[in-house]
Structure formats: structure tokens, C-alpha cells
């Protein structure tokens, strides 16, 4: 069924870049709700950017400007673009999905909590930004 598979993180310095692919597979991703989550030891899980059902894309505050997530329906493949890279960005990066009807507002995923409003989800890549 439904499967996601991330990858592309790894160790960049301070201002780097790094493109994170989430490879879906056991459905059709444009008709869900995906989105990347990030947790770093001792936080919460939070939305970093989300494409919803009908397209639209929702990004949390501080990714503004430097992150950009697509969706490639061609081949099934989710991307977190990330450029100006901090050390605060360091965390395990998640992708996930969800079916109709979701959301991919970062104010619903802050109050409900991700894995409530996700279904699916990959195993994680580790982002880690050095100074």
C-alpha cells in the first residue's frame, strides 16, 4: 500500500543547500495532502511545508524565502528544496500524506498535531547544518 521513502539529507554548513525527495508509491500523490514535518531531540514535530489536495502550498514561518516544496506527479516525488541553511534547521526531516479531506495549514498542524492529521509517513533523513 502506501509507501514513503526519504532521502537527501546529510551534513551542510552554515548557508548550504539540500534538496530532500520523498518517493511515494501506492497512490496517486496529488490527490493528497503531503507535506515535510521536522523534529529535533527534545521538540515538538513541526510542519515545515505543506502542498495540500487542491495544490496549494503552506510554509511555516521561519522557512519563508529559503524553503520550497514541489510535487512532481510525474514521478511521484515529493521535494523539500532548503537553501540559507541554519543550525537551528538541524532535525530529522519526515515526509507524510493524507487522504481527502486534510489540511495543510501550518495553524492545524501546530494545534491538532502532525500525526493526528497525517496517516503516513516515511522513516525520516537526518539534516544536520554546521556553524
Known amino acids: 500500500e502506501v509507501q514513503l521513502v526519504e532521502s537527501g539529507g546529510g551534513l551542510v554548513q552554515l548557508g548550504g543547500s539540500l534538496r530532500l525527495s520523498c518517493a511515494a508509491s501506492g497512490f496517486t500523490p496529488s490527490g493528497f495532502c503531503m507535506g515535510w514535518f521536522r523534529q529535533a531531540p527534545g521538540q515538538e514535530r513541526e510542519g515545515v511545508a505543506t502542498i495540500d489536495s487542491d495544490g496549494r502550498t503552506h510554509y511555516e514561518d521561519s522557512v519563508v524565502g529559503r524553503f520550497t516544496v514541489s510535487l512532481d506527479n510525474a514521478k511521484n516525488t515529493l521535494y523539500l528544496q532548503m537553501t540559507g541553511l541554519k543550525p537551528e534547521d538541524t532535525a530529522m526531516y519526515y515526509c507524510?500524506?493524507?487522504?481527502?479531506?486534510?489540511?495543510?495549514?501550518?495553524?492545524?498542524?501546530?494545534?491538532?498535531?502532525?500525526?493526528?492529521?497525517?496517516?503516513?509517513w516515511g522513516q525520516g533523513t537526518q539534516v544536520t547544518v554546521s556553524s
Open positions: 507524510a500524506a493524507e487522504t481527502r479531506p486534510c489540511t495543510g495549514l501550518m495553524s492545524a498542524i501546530k494545534a491538532i498535531g502532525a500525526a493526528r492529521l497525517y496517516k503516513y
